[in-house]
């Protein structure tokens, strides 16, 4: 059954008080849309719920909640359930969780655990955020280099089972260094006598704990791996970031550059869970300070008084103008923003892209100065026309290399290029083509400046 169908079903049931419908339609559901259903649709059943799943899918459903989430029932588990839910766990989500928890707390728990657990919670929780080092995961596979297929295979056998993807296998050295890498699929289907050295792949794709975890993300689609090994400052192997977390930190990084993209700043833990203040507060600085940047046209109209004056008509096609420039301007910042977020643009391409952007918008802006030459013939008269024709085509041009360009001196002077969002480019383009229109305006109509 669908996702709406067993939803539906199940908030029947939990109405009706069904506790045996309620437990078949938990055990039909996929962990990800039970998760869904528990946060979104019935937030205070969410304990409920979980506890109808064996323990091991309670861990795994609990994993694909929101932090905020997580936190809350966190906090009304006592630590022997919490811990018990930790065991479950894999590496990376309950170092998440053990993250959202006060000092306190932690420490209570540090203590439940087993030796080997606490070790590794407390090393990949030490790891600075937005690193490879907090996204990656201690349970992979792990075999020594100097083994042949058969004893590889049967120590893939005993370790396995708690690790997080057995399809890729790490050949490491007494001391853990990387050696190579080979496929599950290499294994089963080479020689059972033949060494691991001579089937494993040495030329590795590898991050340090310290690399951004948006450069990990983008080596794993650059390659197409299923994990990247991650080692420490020097080759020895500490874990792994599966293809599942790059898609999490791909989508995370995505969402930060659109919320740059219009002058927001990063909301921790969601839109839905963000207060009222925080929103505002992630908003507000952008806005008054392209309140002040909307000045600069003000005063472009108010140099240019006398030439509206005598020629009221110009008003009538100024917003059309300067929208039609901080439009052009946002695509080309858009694009640009992308490109290099992509890797497909790069700061030395500028000079290429400036040619190609003015050629673009000289044929925009032809294009868009015929649409609306013919309304301005219409509407004012020739003389109008000409000079809304005459500034559409200049506005576009203008409008376009300021889009094009921000990006490339923001990356320059070592900020990040996302902020030149469309807001900003739109409050640059608009005042430019006021003076623009209205500087036209008065040169070819004839009157004083």
């Not at 169908?5 to 419908?21: G, M, P, T, Y």
């Not at 969780?97 to 203590?111: A, M, Y």
């Not at 310290?210 to 983008?218: C, G, L, M, W, Y």
Request: hydrophobic share 50%.
């Amino acid at each position: 059954m669908s996702y709406a169908v067993l939803a539906a079903s199940l908030r029947s049931a939990i109405e009706r008080q069904d506790l045996d419908a309620i437990r078949q339609l938990v055990a039909e559901m996929q962990l990800a849309d039970l998760a869904e259903f528990v946060q979104i649709e019935q937030e205070g059943t969410t304990l409920s719920l979980l506890d109808y799943l064996p323990q091991d899918k309670r861990a795994s459903a609990f994993g694909y909640l929101e932090e905020e989430t997580q936190a809350q029932l966190a906090s009304e588990m006592n630590d022997a359930e919490l811990v018990e839910l930790l065991n479950h766990m894999s590496a990376d989500e309950r170092t998440d969780l053990f993250k959202l928890l006060d000092e306190p707390r932690q420490q209570s728990l540090l203590r439940r655990l087993a030796q080997a657990e606490r070790d590794d919670l407390r090393k990949l929780a030490s790891y600075e955020e937005g690193t490879a080092g907090a996204v990656m995961t201690s349970d992979y596979v792990a075999v020594p280099g100097d083994l042949d297929v058969a004893a590889a295979l049967d120590k893939v056998r005993h370790t396995g089972p708690n690790a997080e993807t057995i399809y890729q296998i790490y050949c490491v050295d007494d001391e853990g260094r990387l050696l190579g890498t080979l496929s599950l699929r290499e294994m089963i289907l080479a020689n059972p006598s033949a060494p691991l050295a001579s089937l494993m792949t040495e030329e590795l794709v590898v991050a340090k704990v310290d690399t951004p975890q948006e450069e990990v993300a983008k080596l794993i689609s650059r390659y197409d791996l299923l994990a990247l090994p991650v080692t420490n400052g020097g080759e020895r192997l500490v874990g792994i970031v599966t293809y599942d977390d790059a898609m999490d930190v791909a989508e995370e990084e995505a969402t930060e550059d659109m919320h740059k993209g219009v002058s927001v700043g990063k909301i921790e833990g969601g839109l839905r869970s963000a207060s009222l203040f925080e929103l505002y507060r992630k908003r507000i600085v952008w806005l008054v300070l392209l309140v002040f940047a909307n000045i600069f046209s003000g005063a472009g109209i108010a140099y240019f008084e006398e030439t509206i004056e005598a020629y009221i008509a110009l008003v009538f096609f100024l917003p059309l103008l300067v929208d039609s420039g901080g439009n052009a301007g946002s695509q080309a910042a858009t694009l640009m923003v992308r490109g290099m977020a992509t890797g497909d643009v790069r700061t030395r391409d500028w000079a290429k892209l400036l040619g190609r952007e003015v050629f673009v918008a000289v044929g925009l802006g032809l294009t868009m100065a015929l649409a609306v030459s013919v309304v301005g013939i219409f509407r004012a008269g020739t003389e109008i026309a000409t000079v809304v024709a005459m500034s559409m085509v200049l506005i576009v041009i203008m409008g376009s290399l300021i889009g094009m360009l921000l990006p490339f001196l923001l990356q320059r002077l070592r900020f990040d290029p996302a902020t030149a969002s469309a807001p900003l480019v739109t409050s640059i383009a608009d005042g430019v083509g006021v003076l623009i229109y209205f500087a036209i305006a008065t040169a070819v109509l004839g009157l004083p400046a």
